[in-house]
Each structure stands twice: as structure tokens, then as C-alpha cells.
């Protein structure tokens, strides 16, 4: 299966939603429900790509840069996007009730591939990366194949969205504390999994370190492995060049158009630092 990063058309404006939604997933996560308009355009969504999401300036004291959010699920006037609670930004949106105005951009930056063509695929999340690949289950299903997922966190509090995605996917637990699932990391739990299923594609999505342990031994194995990266972002839409993304080859990519999902095997993993919770 080939896979390109080229830059997705998408035209870059802001449309205006209203929150439908507003629920507390776990001590710092919130899963937030945008609707639209039925005037505004229906765009299908691949699992992988964001949104830049901005409160309007009327109700915007602080004048808020918009933030960008992988979209967790789409439905016929809307979507689904998960925010933690990291800062004064994410603050915000978080206490949002519903009815609140959003602008939104969407969608942005290239999605992960379909796992046609590969016999054994799984997914491995750590932290807010359930969000992304909990869509991409939805996808999956769908198409007539129950992904397999395996889901870290440090303790049982962190973990979220269970309810949402234990009937649509194969879902494994990891908690560093054994406070839930398997007793280590999420990285330990495929790296024992591999051995006993063979797994032939790893979508991964989490903290730069868990992306970068799962692709080299990813590339290790001579497995395909496709990673969502997270970076700075100030435009979403590659003007700022604020989410440069190291290559092997020597050069740059940018996580908002490019990517945010690259081949393992393209990125310069000694040089990329990256960001991630």
C-alpha cells in the first residue's frame, strides 16, 4: 500500500458552530460536541485530521489563538473533538456550555491510510491519542473489521472515552500504576502482544516518546507503522511554519498540511522533539 503526504485542498475559513455538548471525560479530558448549521457544506472527515477551534471574538476577552484538536468522531452536522486541560486556551473551551458559540476549521492536514490490504492491524494510543484512533475504529467497523486498540495511560483516571469505544473496537487497557489492564506501559503491552498476534500495521497516536519507541520497533520488525505526530501549531493551515516536522531525507514537513500522519520510516527520529500529553 502506497501512502502520500501530499498537501490536502481543503479552503481554509472559519465556519461558525454551536456547542451541543460539553462532557467531562475524566479528571482534565472533555468531550466536546460541535453542531453545525444545515447550511454549512458537509466535508467527510478522515480519522487523523483536525480542526482549529477559536471562541468568536465578542465572547473572547482574552483573545484566544485557535487550538487545534483531532477530530474523535463526525456525525451528519457536526463533530467530536476531545480537550485536555493543559492551559489557559484549553481552559476555556473546556468550560463552554452548550449553546456557546465556536469557530471551527475542519478538516485539516492528512488522515491515517485504511488497513485494506494487511491482515492483522492495531492501533496503540497513549494519552489524548484515543481520540484520533477511536475514530479511526469507527471507520474500520464500518468497513467490516473490528480494530484492535491498545490504550495507556499512568492510572486508571486518565483513561477516557471506555464507554464510547468498548463496543466498536477490540480495546486493551495499560496503566502504569496496574490501576487498570495491564500493569506497564502501552508500548510494554504491544511489544507482548507482538510476539503472540504478528501484527502487519501499527497506527499510533500519543507523546512523542510513545511514537517514537513504537516506530523503530515498528521499523525494527519490518512492520508498517503510520504515526500521528503532535507539534506546535499557530495557523493550521501552513503559513506560520511553526510545526516543522524533521525527514530522513534532511528536509522539513509541516504536521498541518503534510501531515499529521507520517510513515514512521520518513521521519528523522534522532532530530524530532515534538510535543505531546
Known amino acids: 500500500m502506497g501512502y502520500s503526504n501530499k498537501k490536502c485542498n481543503y479552503e481554509f475559513f472559519y465556519r461558525r458552530g454551536k456547542v451541543l455538548s460539553n462532557f467531562k471525560e475524566g479528571e482534565r479530558d472533555y468531550l466536546i460536541k460541535i453542531e453545525f448549521d444545515k447550511s454549512v457544506e458537509f466535508i467527510e472527515c478522515r480519522p487523523g485530521q483536525f480542526a482549529m477551534i477559536r471562541v468568536p471574538c465578542s465572547s473572547n476577552k482574552n483573545f484566544m489563538l485557535p487550538r487545534p484538536y483531532s477530530i474523535a468522531n463526525q456525525t451528519e452536522r457536526g463533530i467530536e473533538v476531545l480537550v485536555r486541560v493543559v492551559g489557559k486556551g484549553s481552559e476555556m473551551l473546556s468550560s463552554?456550555?452548550?449553546?456557546?458559540?465556536?469557530?471551527?476549521?475542519?478538516?485539516?492536514?492528512?488522515?491515517?491510510p485504511s488497513s485494506n490490504g494487511f491482515s492483522n492491524p492495531v492501533?496503540?494510543?497513549?494519552?489524548c491519542g484515543i481520540a484520533p484512533l477511536g475514530f479511526l475504529a469507527r471507520k474500520e467497523i464500518v468497513g467490516g473489521r473490528k480494530l484492535r486498540i491498545l490504550y495507556g495511560a499512568s492510572t486508571k483516571e486518565e483513561l477516557v472515552l471506555i464507554s464510547h469505544l468498548s463496543s466498536i473496537c477490540n480495546l486493551e487497557l495499560a496503566t502504569e500504576d496496574g490501576s487498570d489492564g495491564y500493569c506497564g506501559?502501552?508500548?510494554?503491552?504491544?511489544?507482548?502482544?507482538?510476539?503472540?498476534?504478528?501484527?502487519?500495521?501499527?497506527?499510533?497516536?500519543?507523546?512523542?516518546?510513545?511514537?517514537?519507541?513504537?516506530?523503530?520497533f515498528a521499523i525494527e520488525?519490518?512492520?508498517?507503522?503510520?504515526?500521528?505526530v503532535e507539534t506546535l501549531m499557530g495557523c493550521g493551515f501552513g503559513g506560520c511554519l511553526g510545526c516543522a516536522v524533521n525527514m530522513r531525507d534532511g528536509n522539513y514537513l509541516r504536521a498541518c498540511r503534510e501531515g499529521p500522519v507520517f510513515d514512521a520510516r520518513d521521519i528523522d527520529w534522532e532530530r524530532f522533539a515534538g510535543v505531546g500529553v
Not at 492501533?123 to 494519552?127: D, E, I, L, Q, S
Not at 501499527?202 to 517514537?212: D, R, S
Not at 519490518?222 to 500521528?228: E, G
Open 185 to 216: 506501559t502501552v508500548f510494554d503491552l504491544l511489544k507482548e502482544k507482538c510476539h503472540e498476534l504478528n501484527f502487519d500495521l501499527i497506527f499510533v497516536c500519543g507523546p512523542t516518546p510513545l511514537l517514537k519507541k513504537t516506530a523503530l
Open 96 to 112: 463552554l456550555k452548550a449553546g456557546a458559540s465556536v469557530d471551527v476549521m475542519y478538516p485539516l492536514g492528512n488522515g491515517f
Open 221 to 228: 520488525k519490518n512492520v508498517k507503522c503510520f504515526v500521528s
Open 123 to 127: 492501533a496503540v494510543a497513549g494519552g
